[in-house]
């Protein structure tokens, strides 16, 4: 059970689709990111208001879970889990995302759900040390736990970053339009390296609710001719968007594990530029693997993209380390291939 209009869902999915198991995918939102396996039954329950399709998903779920042994997997704890919650399984697997226990659990009520759900899960599955960490703090069994990283397609993103522009340095962020990911930060970063007189062009992928104020951020910083927002992209052509650009940046104050987007830009040999938050310094060693910077701190954010600028050598050295490094401990597949094993101890146990 995991909401199909998420990247991340299909890339998992999919690949759990080449197992011997039959596959049922339960998603209350619409599936806007692309085809499905035909070997996964695709269940969709978009149509009617909130809570018929609540009913609908339920009733499926009652049904499929009635049949034979079935593992019932939820990815986010918290709207699929609550349906789970609701049709007690002997063999309920759930995988921490992030938000959902970071930053949900300091809601009461959610807070007590979380703990409730986790205290009738056989598995728990995370990626990061600080999602361990809220996971133990919420009372779930450490004898539960176990690590799994969302990881990076390593033969999808593949393609070695090469920017056509030459003289201009091309940057690019994917992450959302949201606070959390602190987007202001970077286009205050840009301003400092433009006055600087550096020759750069920032492309901003991605949506979100805080779009149309950092336009006019961007606006009001003088940059309209340095940078550009492209909105939403289709998954399918992200190998291609990497490959024009230089340097991958993400500005976000809060990451469990390592950020697909980051993964998928090391996986394409970018230099990254990212926020010393979580986890990220475990993947990126400062002027080894990437760099690191202060969060919110646009003069640290300037000073780390400012060393790949002026250090060609380091910038293509660092994007190589981090292309090998997610190729030998982030690839997806190795990680699918955990999460099979791990069906096989819940199946064995229950």
């Given at each position: 059970?995991?909401?199909?209009?998420?990247?991340?869902?299909?890339?998992?999915?999919?690949?759990?689709?080449?197992?011997?198991?039959?596959?049922?995918?339960?998603?209350?939102?619409?599936?806007?990111?692309?085809?499905?396996?035909?070997?996964?039954?695709y269940?969709?329950?978009?149509?009617?208001?909130?809570?018929?399709?609540?009913?609908?998903?339920?009733?499926?779920?009652?049904?499929?879970?009635?049949?034979?042994?079935?593992?019932?997997?939820?990815?986010?704890?918290?709207?699929?889990?609550?349906?789970?919650?609701?049709?007690?399984?002997?063999?309920?697997?759930?995988?921490?995302?992030?938000?959902?226990?970071?930053?949900?659990?300091?809601?009461?009520?959610?807070?007590?759900?979380?703990?409730?759900?986790?205290?009738?899960?056989?598995?728990?599955?995370?990626d990061?040390?600080n999602?361990?960490?809220?996971?133990?703090?919420?009372?779930?069994?450490?004898?539960?736990?176990?690590?799994?990283?969302?990881?990076?397609?390593?033969?999808?993103?593949?393609?070695?970053?090469?920017?056509?522009?030459?003289?201009?340095?091309?940057?690019?962020?994917?992450?959302?339009?949201?606070?959390i990911?602190?987007?202001?930060?970077?286009?205050?970063?840009?301003?400092?390296?433009?006055?600087?007189?550096?020759?750069?062009?920032?492309?901003?992928?991605?949506t979100?609710?805080?779009?149309?104020?950092?336009?006019?951020?961007?606006?009001?910083?003088?940059?309209?001719?340095?940078?550009?927002?492209?909105?939403?992209?289709?998954?399918?052509?992200?190998?291609?968007?990497?490959?024009?650009?230089?340097?991958?940046?993400?500005?976000?104050?809060?990451?469990?594990?390592?950020?697909?987007?980051?993964?998928?830009?090391?996986?394409?040999g970018?230099?990254?530029?990212?926020?010393?938050?979580?986890?990220?310094?475990?993947?990126?060693?400062d002027g080894?693997?990437?760099?690191?910077?202060?969060?919110?701190?646009?003069?640290?954010?300037?000073?780390?993209?400012?060393?790949?600028i002026?250090?060609?050598?380091?910038?293509?050295?660092?994007?190589?380390?981090?292309?090998?490094?997610?190729?030998?401990?982030?690839?997806?597949?190795?990680?699918?291939?955990?999460?099979?094993?791990?069906?096989?101890?819940?199946?064995?146990?229950?």
């Amino acid at each position: 059970m995991a909401s199909a209009a998420s990247v991340h869902s299909h890339k998992w999915v999919g690949l759990l689709s080449s197992s011997a198991y039959k596959i049922y995918w339960i998603s209350t939102h619409e599936n806007n990111v692309g085809k499905i396996s035909s070997n996964v039954n695709y269940l969709e329950f978009t149509k009617g208001g909130a809570v018929f399709r609540f009913f609908q998903a339920l009733c499926a779920l009652y049904r499929l879970s009635a049949a034979g042994k079935v593992i019932i997997h939820v990815h986010y704890i918290g709207y699929y889990a609550l349906l789970a919650y609701l049709r007690p399984a002997r063999r309920l697997v759930l995988t921490a995302w992030g938000s959902d226990v970071l930053i949900n659990s300091r809601s009461f009520l959610k807070r007590v759900f979380l703990k409730l759900a986790l205290a009738r899960a056989l598995l728990v599955t995370y990626d990061g040390g600080n999602m361990k960490k809220r996971l133990l703090d919420l009372g779930c069994s450490s004898n539960k736990l176990l690590p799994i990283r969302f990881g990076v397609d390593t033969r999808k993103f593949c393609k070695k970053a090469h920017a056509e522009d030459f003289g201009v340095i091309k940057l690019i962020s994917l992450r959302n339009h949201e606070r959390i990911y602190d987007i202001e930060t970077l286009l205050k970063a840009v301003k400092l390296l433009y006055v600087r007189g550096f020759h750069i062009k920032l492309s901003l992928y991605g949506t979100g609710y805080d779009s149309s104020r950092l336009n006019n951020i961007k606006n009001n910083l003088g940059l309209e001719s340095v940078v550009n927002f492209y909105g939403r992209y289709e998954y399918n052509e992200l190998p291609s968007i990497l490959k024009g650009n230089d340097i991958y940046i993400s500005t976000s104050l809060s990451d469990s594990g390592l950020s697909s987007s980051t993964a998928e830009a090391m996986a394409c040999g970018l230099a990254v530029v990212i926020t010393d938050v979580g986890e990220n310094s475990m993947w990126v060693k400062d002027g080894v693997s990437g760099k690191l910077f202060v969060p919110s701190n646009a003069n640290s954010c300037a000073e780390a993209i400012q060393f790949f600028i002026e250090n060609s050598a380091s910038r293509i050295e660092c994007g190589r380390v981090a292309k090998n490094l997610m190729r030998h401990s982030n690839d997806m597949r190795i990680e699918a291939a955990k999460m099979k094993n791990a069906y096989e101890g819940v199946f064995a146990h229950a």
